[in-house]
T-cell receptor, first 114, second 115 residues
Framework: AQSVTQLGSHVSVSEGALVLLRCNYS??????LFWYVQYPNQGLQLLLK??????LVKGINGFEAEFKKSETSFHLTKPSAHMSDAAEYFC????????????FGGGTRLMVKP | EPEVTQTPSHQVTQMGQEVILRCVPI?????FYWYRQILGQKVEFLVS????????KSEIFDDQFSVERPDGSNFTLKIRSTKLEDSAMYFC?????????????FGPGTRLTVL
């Protein structure tokens, strides 16, 4: 079964600094990969997704992620953090041969310091 | 922009009571899901629903859980006899097409507290 690991349950950065949130997956075949964001008291909102078209994926709010098959990684980055980026971020994987259920990582809470 | 809605936002119940969590998926979507997140833990898949029947379910989704789409718009999750460990945030999701890279859209969640 596929699994997702997010290293670091909490990440703190200063405003304007690089954001790097790590995600590794286990899969024997290339999966579909997603990053979702959850703001306080809100649902899960899609940031971006990898669907095998391009390894570097650009999402909303200036975020991007790079699929690296050799490292089984899909890390999320943003060059310059804003205060409004403070939220919980979830990496998720869906196998392309197993229906549509998502398997989520444990989540990373991003804190942005002024 | 279309969105998935859920009611109530917060439900408090006594252990052993039945609860029904409600969701209105995006209107032209065909597949519907329930996930849950126990405080401090991962978001976990419970069940998927297509064409008025369950298409997949996890080991969490035992006999105390049931889902239905009673009227073509609502999608409900029923827990027959709640336990303390059912306390969690429950998310509904919907998607247009299965077996593709389409996006699952999530609702804001219902926080269930079992006392």
């Amino acid at each position: 079964a596929q699994s997702v690991t997010q290293l670091g349950s909490h990440v703190s950065v200063s405003e304007g600094a690089l954001v790097l949130l790590r995600c590794n997956y286990s899969s024997s075949v290339p999966p579909y990969l997603f990053w979702y964001v959850q703001y306080p008291n809100q649902g899960l909102q899609l940031l971006l997704k990898y669907t095998s078209a391009a390894t570097l994926v650009k999402g909303i709010n200036g975020f991007e992620a790079e699929f690296k098959k050799s490292e089984t990684s899909f890390h999320l980055t943003k060059p310059s953090a804003h205060m409004s980026d403070a939220a919980e971020y979830f990496c998720a994987v869906r196998m392309n041969n197993a229906g549509n259920m998502l398997t989520f990582g444990g989540g990373t809470r991003l804190m942005v310091k002024p | 922009e279309p969105e998935v809605t859920q009611t109530p936002s917060h439900q408090v119940t006594q252990m052993g009571q039945e609860v029904i969590l409600r969701c209105v998926p995006i209107s032209n979507h065909l597949y519907f899901y329930w996930y849950r997140q126990i405080l401090g833990q991962k978001v976990e898949f419970l069940v998927s629903f297509y064409n008025n029947e369950i298409s997949e379910k996890s080991e969490i989704f035992d006999d105390q859980f049931s889902v239905e789409r009673p009227d073509g718009s609502n999608f409900t999750l029923k827990i027959r006899s709640t336990k303390l460990e059912d306390s969690a945030m429950y998310f509904c999701a919907s998607i247009l097409i299965q077996g593709s890279a389409d996006t699952q859209y999530f609702g804001p969640g219902t926080r269930l507290t079992v006392l």
